[in-house]
């Protein structure tokens, strides 16, 4: 869709618009529902009242831009209005503006006797926080998180002092040493989550702390600090988050066509695993055989925070075409004893700041309760999982195979002999060279004779990646990891699944069912988390045994 957007802004913040539009078919026919436009690319004029509320927020952040250009300034500078402090977008922001706004807005921790008692600040405290450190370039916010978490944190020495004293207590009283426990304890209470706790209750707050740990991940995964300060920040925001975002305090919603268009908007924006291709497509994920399932919460209304896809089906899938792209129409009504089984087909979590926030386990929980409810006799749940970081994994293991000239340990001799064949290549190197090529494309997933070739090759190598591969003694696979912590069965591997390039690319066109059989679920959580054991099917078992067979690793 092309869309032509001219936008006049009056004195009094009132305004118009004139669209162009191009291919509005793809636009949801609620958008325009009772409004005129017309289809060949002409200009058409809408009131407000009749622009959809994304457009309008568009306008409005443009509108907001063009007004107060005049006033923005290359320096930080306050100014006080109606007894708040405003700040204007600086470039670059100086030390001295940082400590100038810490040291107003972070409180000094009250002494352990008045804990209780101590008034809290004024609400404008955390606003200007909040405004102040979005007004930040990205690199001054990791000036300006450092300088919080380190100047702001823990005082160590009146805690170090504590620490001795309650060794010195170790022959008292139970009571005595329980009280100086819990000064301890008190002491070790970062000063900065005062300030985050204040600002979680103030409009907008939790999803700016959401989006704070965001910034504060994306520092230390990219090492542009390796402060320890920087660190325990991250804990402790995750420590406030999980217990804000526990499972009591989520509210499940089932997402359907009439949900709200902003919802809709961002269930698509946010499909991760299967994009969602436009608003037909979307529309068919909400509709008949299918479940979408999203958490909410409170303080962050009309924002999906974990978003589950389901296709209700006969049997267990075991490919993706036939969710995604065979779809019966819209209108078709549910024919109940059709139903037999439920697939999660996609699982996304929308917030990165929630990274670590146990929420996907919680959701296909509640979701098993709400179908089971809906379809009683439904007794099959089971996702249909892409396997990310297969075929990089694949690429390095024949890279190093190669490197150490150990190439011919991969495959049994008569598969080697095949590849060869089916690629023209010779013995050795070149045979190993050509596999590497093949499998990092998606062509030969169109040859029948490579899929023969390939097929038994790269099942039994896929089936050790999710079962014998590692990480600290846990699946090395991200989602083999979740599913098994959540009870799953690790139970059958399909080829070609997902022939898409996306799916070719990161997985030679594999996936894996995992079963969740919900009478063991509970037990086959607690030995993978306890003792690491994975619950296999026979399936999967016996192409680990043809790898462990047939590769001399």
């Not at 009242?49 to 831009?65: E, G, K, L, N, Y």
């Not at 100014?79 to 030390?95: A, I, K």
């Not at 930040?136 to 100047?151: A, C, I, V, Y």
Request: proline content about 5%; glycine content about 6%; charged content about 20%.
């Amino acid at each position: 869709m092309c869309v032509s957007v001219c936008v006049c802004v009056w004195g009094g913040g009132d305004y118009s618009c004139t669209v162009s539009l191009r291919n509005p078919e793809v636009i949801p026919s609620r958008v325009f529902t009772g409004r005129r436009f017309q289809t060949h690319g002409q200009l058409i004029s809408l009131p407000p009242a009749m622009i959809s509320h994304p457009v309008i927020w568009a306008f409005r952040s443009s509108a907001r831009c063009w007004r107060h250009r005049a006033v923005l300034k290359v320096s930080l500078r306050a100014s006080v209005v109606g007894g708040r402090r405003w700040y204007s977008s600086p470039n670059r922001v100086g030390v001295t503006g940082m400590e100038e706004i810490l040291a107003r807005v972070v409180a000094p921790l009250p002494t352990y006797e008045t804990r209780d008692k101590s008034p809290p600040p004024p609400e404008s405290n955390s606003l200007d926080f909040m405004h102040f450190y979005k007004s930040l370039e990205k690199e001054d916010r990791l000036g300006f998180l450092t300088k919080l978490s380190q100047d702001f944190g823990v005082d160590h020495r009146s805690a170090s002092e504590l620490a001795g004293k309650l060794l010195d207590t170790q022959l008292r009283d139970l009571a005595t040493i329980l009280q100086v426990e819990d000064r301890l304890r008190y002491c070790l209470t970062p000063r900065y989550k005062q300030l985050l706790n204040h600002i979680s209750r103030v409009e907008g707050g939790v999803k700016f702390l959401v989006d704070l740990r965001a910034d504060v991940l994306e520092i230390i995964s990219s090492k542009a600090s390796e402060s320890p300060h920087i660190k325990d920040l991250n804990g402790t925001l995750k420590s406030l988050l999980s217990e804000w975002f526990s499972v009591g305090l989520l509210r499940l919603e089932r997402i359907t066509w009439q949900s709200p268009c902003e919802i809709l908007q961002k269930i698509s924006q946010y499909e991760a695993v299967h994009p969602v291709r436009n608003w037909t497509d979307l529309r068919r994920r909400v509709g008949p055989y299918r479940r979408c399932y999203a958490f909410t919460h409170a303080a962050m209304p009309g924002e999906p925070l974990v978003v589950l896809h389901v296709a209700l089906t006969e049997d267990i899938s075991d490919n993706i075409q036939s969710i995604v792209r065979e779809f019966a129409t819209v209108d078709t009504e549910e024919d109940v004893n059709k139903i037999n089984a439920a697939i999660f087909y996609s699982i996304s979590s929308t917030q990165a700041g929630l990274q670590g926030v146990e929420l996907g386990n919680y959701l296909i929980k509640r979701v098993v309760r709400e179908l089971q409810g809906e379809f009683p006799h439904m007794a099959q749940f089971s996702s249909l999982s892409p396997i990310p970081g297969f075929s990089s994994w694949l690429q390095g293991l024949l890279s190093q195979s190669r490197k150490e000239g150990r190439g011919s340990e991969l495959l049994s001799e008569q598969e080697w002999k095949e590849v060869e064949q089916a690629t023209d290549s010779s013995p050795g190197t070149p045979a190993v060279d050509a596999l590497r090529k093949l499998v990092g494309t998606s062509e030969w997933l169109r040859s029948e004779r490579l899929c023969r070739v390939l097929e038994p090759v790269l099942m039994r190598l896929c089936a050790w990646y999710l079962y014998g591969e590692k990480r600290r003694g846990y699946a090395l696979n991200p989602v083999a990891n979740f599913h098994l912590q959540n009870g799953a069965t690790m139970w059958r591997l399909n080829w070609r699944a997902d022939t898409s390039p996306r799916g070719a690319a990161n997985s030679c066109g594999i996936m894996v069912n995992y079963r969740y059989f919900l009478s063991e679920t509970s037990k086959n959580s607690s030995l993978y988390l306890q003792s690491k054991a994975v619950a296999a099917s026979e399936q999967v078992l016996g192409l680990v045994s043809q790898f462990q067979k047939n590769s001399k690793l």
